[in-house]
Nanobody
């Protein structure tokens, strides 16, 4: 079984920064594309940023230039550096990873439990 655990959320003032982390653990063979999603109250979950295992990235227009996704393959960890935060960035942020478990021949989708980010003065 594979688990994703996020950390780093919290309350920050507009213009501030936060860094989210997502550590994968368990019976991991390899990790493919990883991503961060967010869901604000009353809204659908949306993609914030994604990174392939060869370093390709994709960002939502609303965060491009402010957020940066990165990964440490040796630590099975993905990060989201969030700068110049705005109140509209307030949401629960979820980590997602396509993971091939050890001895498996296919990739499966895994999600973290979510971490709250609140941007408010």
């Amino acid at each position: 079984q594979v688990q994703l655990v996020e950390s780093g959320g919290g309350l920050v003032q507009p213009g501030g920064s936060l860094r989210l982390s997502c550590a994968a653990s368990g019976s991991i063979g390899s990790i493919g594309t990883v991503g961060w999603y967010r869901q604000a109250p009353g809204k659908q979950r949306e993609l914030v940023a994604a990174m392939t295992n060869d370093g390709g990235t994709n960002y939502a227009n609303s965060v491009r230039g402010r957020f940066t996704i990165s990964r440490d393959n040796a630590k099975n960890t993905v990060y989201l550096q969030m700068n110049s935060l705005k109140p509209e960035d307030t949401a629960v942020y979820y980590c997602n990873a396509h993971v091939r478990a050890k001895y498996a021949t296919y990739f499966s989708d895994y999600w973290g439990q979510g971490t709250q980010v609140t941007v408010s003065s």
